[in-house]
């Protein structure tokens, strides 16, 4: 289990909760904040996030993980100091308020 903020990421089944209740992520979407959550406080670029969510290994231009990410700060509620653009370079979860969990609940 991982969390972030008021969210609960359960891996084993691919879902996320904020304060206990599910929230509908598509599947890229999910594997997208999981990637960014790996590398909280890290630039994730957009081709390392292509690569991840949709297994995409060469460098493209496109606009989609933009539109993804837009999407994953409306559904989760992450404003622009938590999941943050940077300019050219890609995108970071900030590190603040996200841990792993070492121990069974």
């Not at 891996?11 to 904020?18: D, L």
């Not at 933009?66 to 409306?74: F, G, N, S």
Request: with cysteine; glycine share 4%.
């Amino acid at each position: 289990m991982k969390y972030y903020k008021n969210l609960s990421i359960d891996e084993s089944n691919c879902t996320v909760k904020k304060e206990g209740q599910p929230i509908h992520l598509t599947a890229m979407e999910y594997q997208l904040f999981v990637t960014l959550l790996d590398y909280s406080g890290c630039v994730c670029s957009r081709n390392l996030l292509l690569s991840s969510a949709w297994h995409i290994t060469a460098p493209i231009q496109t606009r989609t993980v933009d539109v993804h990410i837009a999407k994953l700060r409306k559904k989760l509620d992450l404003g622009q100091n938590e999941l943050k653009t940077v300019t050219r370079h890609g995108y970071a979860l900030s590190t603040q308020e996200s841990y792993r969990a070492n121990h069974s609940a």
